[in-house]
């Protein structure tokens, strides 16, 4: 079979997967097309749909997410169409199954491979170009449905950052009310000063500025971040065996320098060293 291309610039990166795969096609111009004729036995046959797939997957999947998103989507900013791509490419690695489970997990390859075994079937001389559009037209679609949880994710993150930004901002402004905050996080925050005194309700509820839940009460959690950007200590230390949480991902990206994560073994320690204390 003859496979056509009308750019020299994917015929050329096809060559690269082709060799590869051990595959030593040579490249020739018609007119104004560039063309591979493949031999196709069942010797070459496994090598050139490996050659093929991998192709699409790591070179035609992200030109085709970019173009989409520049011209259906109407990402102008090139850094935001590559951050979006970014998310979108972890989705297919799997490093991301969270949100490509939204989408439904696909076989990628076997999509691809069925094109591509029909494609190398065929006895005559095959565009490119026309394969990707007709034949490639099932993958495409499923690809679009993973773009679109990856734009809405990277909306999500923007808003989160500009939600940390808008936090930093209030608590570089925020007069300090306590020097250190101790936090104690086990299934109800505890607060301590910095001689490990225990916080009181009423105490906590003295020192929150209740602007942060009126203006924000979908992002501002009421029990921990409140509490700890009212008080707004110099130095934080937060006690947890879970510091990978969200929550404690947020405090850090929040509080940056002023915040220091330990475990509660930490805590326990510290407390008996205080109460031991002359």
């Known amino acids: 079979m003859e496979l056509l291309f009308t750019s020299i610039k ?7 997967y082709l060799t590869a795969n051990g595959l030593r096609e040579t490249l020739v111009k018609s007119q104004d097309q560039f063309m591979y004729t493949f031999q196709v036995d069942q010797r070459k046959r496994s090598r050139y749909e490996q050659a093929l797939i991998t192709f699409i997957k790591d070179v035609k999947r992200n030109e085709w997410l970019n173009n989409t998103l520049q011209h259906k989507f109407h990402y102008e900013n090139e850094d935001e169409r590559s951050h979006i791509i970014e998310i979108a490419t972890q989705m297919f690695s799997g490093a991301r199954h969270d949100l490509s ?3 439904g997990v696909i076989d990628e390859s076997g999509l691809i491979k069925e094109a591509v075994s029909d494609l190398l079937s065929f006895g005559g001389a095959v565009s490119f170009e026309s394969f ?6 099932p993958y495409y679609e499923r690809v679009e449905k993973y773009l679109e949880i990856a734009i809405d994710e990277y909306k999500m993150e923007q808003e989160y950052q500009t ?6 901002d209030y608590l570089r402004n925020r007069a300090t009310r306590m020097e250190v905050i101790h936090l104690l996080l086990n299934q109800t925050p505890k607060f301590y000063d910095e001689h490990l005194h225990e916080l009181s309700s009423d105490e906590i509820k003295e020192m929150m500025d209740q602007r942060l839940l009126a203006n924000h009460p979908i992002y501002v959690d009421s029990a921990v971040i409140a509490p700890l950007l009212s008080i707004a200590a110099i130095k934080v230390y937060v006690y947890t065996d879970k510091a990978d949480q ?8 929040i509080f940056e320098e002023r915040i220091s994560v330990l475990t509660p073994v930490h805590f326990s320690i510290l407390k008996k060293a205080y109460v031991n204390k002359p």
């Not at 990707?132 to 037209?137: A, D, E, N, Q, V």
């Not at 939600?163 to 930093?168: E, I």
């Not at 969200?246 to 990206?253: E, F, K």
């Open 163 to 168: 939600f940390v930004q808008m936090l930093r």
């Open 10 to 16: 994917d015929a050329i990166r096809l060559k690269l």
């Open 101 to 103: 489970e939204l989408a």
């Open 246 to 253: 969200p929550l404690i991902r947020t405090l850090s990206n």
């Open 132 to 137: 990707s559009r007709f034949r490639l037209k």
